[in-house]
């Protein structure tokens, strides 16, 4: 089981999105949090396997969020979420460690399910460290 985060500061966003990846099958979510100051508290305590990360969020936005949970976390992957399409953020995102960026208003049940299906087999084959190095 895939052990997941989600942080964004819309809670109806993050409630979407939990019904989206628990339909999908083979994760947990173990934790939200509203910004990347919550999602680092919650760090200290409890690691997961992947985390879908908004990008502008009030008081630490999600490209330093990522940049400091790649730093102190690298086997942790994270997927970039946004509401807008825009390649700054995307780059940002990436260049801050990324694994991949997608856009909030984007149809994004496949992609999901690509992730997670990626995610859960490599987990389970032994090569979790390994994961999106295509």
Known sequence: MLKIILVDN????RKGLKAVLTNI???EVIAEANNGAELLNILSNELPDLIFMDIRMPIIDGVR???????LYPSIHIIGFSSYYDVEYKNNMLEAGASDYLVKSEDNYIKLKEIIEQNCSQQNDGT???LFNQ
Do not use: R, Y
Not at 10 to 13: E, L, S, T, V
Not at 65 to 71: F, G, L, R, S
């Open 10 to 13: 819309d809670p109806n966003f």
């Open 65 to 71: 969020t990522t940049k400091i949970v790649k730093t």
């Open 128 to 130: 979790k460290n390994k």
């Open 25 to 27: 099958g083979g994760i």
